[in-house]
């Protein structure tokens, strides 16, 4: 099948740049001395998780029961489920433990600490750091860090294996020097953590840190154990233009077709939209706002110079033209491709992968979606 052939919308992989993004990951890390655990929130394929372990010790991140169970009964059982934990997922937790999995939790309050411990199940537990995003995770310096730990060593069904954060916030920067410093940070305040904690008497074998911008920048990993990037394995425009990688590793890309002219207002329109791109808007907080989307040559996957999905509907994407001559370059009928945004949001739209090597579909890669 060639990629002509496909109906539109249909989410797109290119072989050789995931193949070339998941190996360039395994190699920096392996050369900073540090274990790759990839988060595969973004693919959630086993297809793309085999690229990503390979030469990898075989631990992912997962950010749902249903994606930890997946990848469970496809042979990956040391999963940890980086979101932070309620008392209502306790059971289900439990029943993945029961059933192979070395799954490892995270939390962030004491409460929930003492929900656990009064649990008939036997878990695994990460206590969340707050390095500088504040979304959740407790501060690394903060007194609840010991209270946690004290309260899971209460009790005989939670076990403290060590600390997690995430750099969210390493989004927000503009330049490299700036992630690094975020990188930096982040170590600090799980290396300030895990201290605490042995201090204390409590173990702390696991210290991961995580995000694509901080895995790609970090200098210097020391005292940590592991990193859990996600984006890596897609790459997207939004990075990109953060500078974390180049518009040419991005891997995955939305076929659509041409479906409609408006000459008055030298406009054409797609049949993917809101949808099917999804409408992350990241870009505009960039120097080049790059719209819903990065239109681009159906069979090569080239950006077409200066042109962008600019606004969306719930299915049509309307991409503007500089004048109405460009019309005739694309007749209703024919096709581009459009680079997300955002992989993760985008990809989330679609059942499966059409795998790509050149103009042909050598594979379709299923998705496991949902929670």
Known sequence: MKISDLQTPALILDQEKVTRNTAAMTARLAAKGVKLRPHLKTAKSIDVARLALQGNFGGVTVSTLKEGAYFLEHGIPDIVYAVCFEPNKLDPAADLTERGADLKIIIDSVDVARAITGHGGAFKVLIEIDCGEHRTGTPPNDAELLEIADALASGGNGQLVGVLTHSGHSYQCRSAAEIRQVAKDERNAVKLAA??????????????????????????????????????????????????????????????????????????????????????????????????????????????????????????????????????????????????????MTAAAYDSYNVVKGENVIAEWKRCNGW
């Open 195 to 344: 201290s605490r904690l042995r201090a204390a008497g409590h173990a702390c074998d696991i210290v991961s840190v995580g995000s694509t911008p901080t895995a790609v920048f970090g200098e210097d990993f020391d005292g940590v154990t592991e990193v859990r990037p996600g984006v890596y394995v897609f790459y997207d425009i939004f990075q990109a233009g953060l500078g974390v990688c180049h518009i040419d590793d991005v891997a995955v890309s939305v076929l659509a077709s041409v479906i409609s002219h408006q000459p008055a207002f030298n406009r054409l329109l797609v049949d993917a939209g809101g949808l099917a791109l999804s409408k992350d808007r990241s870009t505009a907080a960039l120097e080049t706002d790059q719209g819903y989307g990065l239109v681009c040559d159906a069979e090569t996957g080239h950006p077409i110079e200066g042109l962008i999905v600019g606004g969306v509907y719930q299915e049509h994407g309307q991409v503007t033209l500089p004048d109405t001559a460009r019309l005739e370059q694309f007749p209703v009928g024919s096709r581009v491709r459009i680079l997300p945004n955002h992989s993760c």
